[in-house]
Structure formats: structure tokens, C-alpha cells
């Protein structure tokens, strides 16, 4: 997302994310004009990092496949320069017919981004002549994700303005290397109809209107550069999100019944009801809650002790009972490696009475 000369302009991770977040959205947005907002931001961890530089070294790697195959790339970013410089690059390379535009810099209107192949098709009748563009793009993952193709139909939707028509297929270049292809026209009506959603949205926004949302933790906090700042909100707030193996819907409905804090839960009657929770499950909030809540009050944690099953079928009970001949294993592995790597293999076991690893 940025802010060009009193536009706004957004790319396709911004329309990811607020797939993602609708928080997400509106905090970049915010920031833009905000420099002590920005300040906030929290850099990608260590994980993140590598995975950023084993995406860029998958991607560089397709480039001597193509060129392997005989096919003549131009790179649009090699000569840097401005938006406005490259998006000429990539006009320009299509209209001299390239058979392969890498780091291609697509605009129309608020929306740009930067797809990282273009590859020509030949036989269809585009701006330039008999030929036309397919947006390739190159992911560490080895199979599909939805987030996947929305970016790639957000690449073929501006692609469509750039050569006067919409490409017939897009493309996922895989970690294990494979291929897939995808119809464009099989997923155009859904990304139209969210980029509507999205532009509504920020469009409110940026006019000082829109619903407020509250930053409830979700599956994309881990990679977002604003978890320090939600996370913070939510402390603050005493949040039920807080309390360990709670759901969604279940703090929804306490806080449909006044319960709206961790503390508050923690001081629930015994016994006490809340419409739609079993009151088994209740309790083991409140328990939880209560220890939490204890734990920060004073500053050190408490451990509570569950009764064992009466029925001896739950719990440990379901584990074997112990044996002589008993093993642990353990093995490290590094998914990230090119092609897995498993290591540090080791075995816990009884030798002569005494354990031994």
C-alpha cells in the first residue's frame, strides 16, 4: 500500500491481506500518513527471513530453466528506476513480443504490482499483434493456496487492461518444481467481486468512515508486522482471547452474557450457566481463566492438579502401561531444506536399569 502523490495506490498483498484481516487493512492504511504509527511495525522473525530468501532463491532458480529452454527473458527490474520507468519496460517488452517478461510492472488506475513472469502465447489476438501474456508466478509451497490465486488473478486482471484481453490460463511454479495451470475465467467473478469489497472498504476509510474492527487474534498474526501493536490492544483490554483453548464462538457467547474480560470469567460463580456453553466446558475456562488471571496478578503460576478419570479410560489412562523394552525417539527436520532434511535422531531407553540416551 502507498501513497502517491494523493493516491492511494494497492497491490495484491494488500488485497491478501485484508483476506486475511480486515484490521490488517486499515492499520496500513492509517500508517501511511503516520510516521510515529509506522515506528511500530514489527520486523519479520528469523523463520519469516528464510523463508523470504528460499522464495527469492526459488524464483531465481526458474530463470535458467527458461533460458535452458531456449526462451529469451528481459528482466524489467535489471535497470531499476521508478514505477512509471518500469511499467514503460513492460510495454515496451510486450510490444516488441519478449517471449518472457520477468518482474513485469503492471498498472491500471489504483492498482500496480510487479507478477514475476509474463510468458507469451502465441495465436491470440491481443493490443500487440497474434500473440499474447500469462501471468507466471513462483511459490516455496508445493501445492495450492487460495491466497495463491487470488495474486495471480489480481496479476491477469491488470494484465487484461495492459494487452486489451483476458488471458486465457495463470500459472503456479512450485517448490517441487512442478507446474500448475489454472483458468482465469473459473476465478475472475469471485476476485472481481472482492476487490469491490476491498476498494468499498478502503474508500471508507480513507474518508474517516468505517466500521471499527477489533484486532481478534487470527491465523495471519504470526506473520504480521502489526501483532505487537494488536497483541498490546488485547493485554490492555483484559480480552477473553487470552485465555488458553478458548474458541471464537465461545468467547462471543460470554461476551453475549456480560463476561467480557478474562478477569470476569475468572470470577465466575461456580456453578454459574452461559447460554450454549455445556457447563463442563465452562468451568474449564473459568479454571483457566482463573489461573491466568492469578498468574498476572501476582507474578508467579500456579498449578492445579485435575482429578483422574474415574473411569480409568481418559487422559493417561489411554497410554500403555510402562515397559523395560519402552523407547522415546526424536528426530530434528528442516522442511525448508531443498528436498527435507531429517537430523539429530535419538532414542531414549532403559540399559542396565538406568536410562540412557
Not at 531465481?60 to 524489467?76: E, F, K, T, W
Not at 510490444?95 to 517478461?101: H, M, N, S
Not at 476476485?191 to 481478534?216: C, D, M, N, W
Not at 460470554?254 to 447460554?275: E, F, H, K, Y
Request: aromatic share 8%; proline share 3%.
Amino acid at each position: 500500500m502507498h501513497l502517491r502523490d494523493g493516491q492511494h495506490l494497492f497491490s495484491a498483498t494488500d488485497l491478501v491481506g485484508y483476506l486475511e484481516c480486515a484490521q490488517l487493512t486499515a492499520l496500513d492504511l492509517q500508517s501511511l500518513q503516520n510516521a510515529t504509527m509506522r515506528a511500530e511495525r514489527v520486523a519479520d522473525d528469523e523463520s519469516a527471513a528464510l523463508i523470504a530468501r528460499k522464495g527469492t532463491k526459488h524464483e531465481l532458480a526458474y530463470l535458467p530453466r527458461l533460458r535452458a529452454g531456449g526462451r529469451h527473458v528481459v528482466d524489467i527490474a535489471e535497470a531499476g528506476g521508478s514505477v512509471d520507468d518500469k511499467l514503460a519496460r513492460t510495454l515496451a517488452a510486450m510490444a516488441a513480443g519478449a517471449q518472457v517478461v520477468y518482474q513485469a510492472t503492471l498498472r491500471n488506475g489504483q492498482l500496480f504490482g510487479h507478477a514475476d513472469f509474463l510468458m507469451r502465447v502465441d495465436g491470440a489476438r491481443s493490443n500487440f499483434g497474434n500473440w499474447c501474456y500469462e501471468v507466471a508466478d513462483t511459490k516455496l509451497a508445493r501445492s495450492p493456496k487460495a491466497k495463491f490465486l487470488v495474486q495471480l488473478a489480481f496479476y491477469s486482471h491488470l494484465l487484461t487492461f495492459a494487452q486489451g484481453m483476458e488471458p486465457q490460463r495463470m500459472h503456479l511454479v512450485l517448490g517441487d518444481q512442478s507446474e500448475r495451470a489454472f483458468r482465469c475465467a473459473d476465478y475472475m467473478h469471485y476476485f472481481k467481486a472482492l476487490l469491490i469489497r476491498f476498494l468499498q472498504r478502503v474508500g471508507s476509510l480513507a474518508a474517516g468512515g468505517g466500521e471499527a474492527v477489533y484486532p481478534e487474534p487470527c491465523a495471519h498474526c504470526d506473520l504480521c508486522s502489526w501483532r505487537g501493536r494488536c497483541e498490546a490492544q488485547r493485554v490492555a483490554d483484559d480480552h477473553l482471547c487470552q485465555v488458553a483453548n478458548i474458541s471464537r464462538v465461545q468467547w462471543a457467547r460470554l461476551q453475549g452474557q456480560g463476561i467480557d474480560t478474562m478477569a470476569r470469567l475468572a470470577a465466575l460463580p461456580a456453578g454459574s450457566g452461559v447460554a450454549k456453553i455445556h457447563v463442563d466446558t465452562l468451568e474449564r475456562l473459568r479454571s483457566q481463566a482463573a489461573l491466568q488471571d492469578e498468574a498476572r496478578r501476582t507474578g508467579e503460576r500456579a498449578v492445579l492438579v485435575l482429578p483422574l478419570d474415574p473411569d480409568a479410560r481418559r487422559g493417561f489412562y489411554r497410554m500403555p502401561a510402562p515397559d523395560a523394552g519402552d523407547l522415546f525417539f526424536d528426530m530434528e527436520g528442516d522442511p525448508l531444506d531443498e528436498g527435507g532434511l531429517e537430523y539429530l535422531f535419538g532414542v531414549w531407553f532403559r540399559q542396565d536399569g538406568a536410562w540412557a540416551f
